[in-house]
Each structure stands twice: as structure tokens, then as C-alpha cells.
């Protein structure tokens, strides 16, 4: 997943493609990351489009073989991939891998006002 490259003769980029068998396939939406800006209502500056490049590597494949198999691990960014060590103290952008799935970093996380903001902003809480 990540930037794609306009399709041939098209003039126009999906935010977002997923490459299946090294096809790629775009998604349906806006086109462009001043597309998505305006769908989302986002004034943020950060974004950095390019190839995102996974250390699983093709994760929908893997996905498809054997999801249980499938770690956190595998969704860290590779070096080559756009946001790779781009962010603030040489992190990665994106997802904080560590955070995610169940397990200590979630039961962590419910317990954080984020959290709780997060239940009142969603309806989750009154």
C-alpha cells in the first residue's frame, strides 16, 4: 500500500493502490494527497507521499497465505520507503507499530485521557 504512480495516459494519481501479483490496484477515492487534504478537512503539513516498502514485504500476499502469521513487525517500514526514519528523532511515520494489536501497549493505552478523549469523540462514552 502507499503513493501510486499516474496510470499511463490517465494524468492522475490514487492516494492509495494496492499491488496484488505486482498489479497494481487503485483505490477508489480522491486522487492525489490534496484530495484526500480536502476530504479530511486537514490543514497538517507532515505528509510525505512516495512508496511505502514493508520489511514483510508484500503484506496483502502474506495476508492472503497465512494472516495468522502476520506480525507488527512486518508492517515496519523498510529502508527505501517513503517516511522511513523521516520523523521527529529518526522515527518512522505512519502507524506506531509497537501500539498496535492487542496485548500490554493497548491495555496501556485504555487507560490514557487519549483514550477516554478518544470514547467521548467517537460515542463510545458520555
Not at 60 to 72: G, N, S
Not at 80 to 93: F, I, M, N, P
Not at 101 to 113: A, F, I, L, N
Amino acid at each position: 500500500m502507499g503513493w501510486a504512480e499516474p496510470a499511463a495516459g490517465t494524468g492522475s494519481v490514487s492516494f492509495l493502490s494496492f499491488g496484488v501479483g505486482g498489479i497494481n490496484q487503485p483505490a477508489d477515492g480522491p486522487t492525489g494527497l490534496a484530495g484526500w487534504k480536502k476530504v479530511w478537512g486537514s490543514p497538517e503539513t507532515g505528509s510525505v507521499p512516495g512508496r511505502a516498502l514493508y520489511k514483510g514485504g508484500d503484506l496483502v500476499a502474506r495476508a492472503v497465505k497465512a494472516p495468522e502469521k502476520l506480525t507488527p513487525g512486518h508492517f515496519r517500514l523498510a529502508k527505501g520507503s517513503a517516511g522511513y526514519h523521516a520523523g521527529k528523532d529518526g522515527k518512522d511515520l505512519g502507524a506506531e507499530v509497537d501500539l498496535v494489536g492487542p496485548g500490554p501497549p493497548y491495555e496501556r493505552w485504555k487507560k490514557s485521557p487519549e483514550y477516554q478523549q478518544w470514547l467521548k469523540e467517537t460515542g463510545q462514552k458520555k
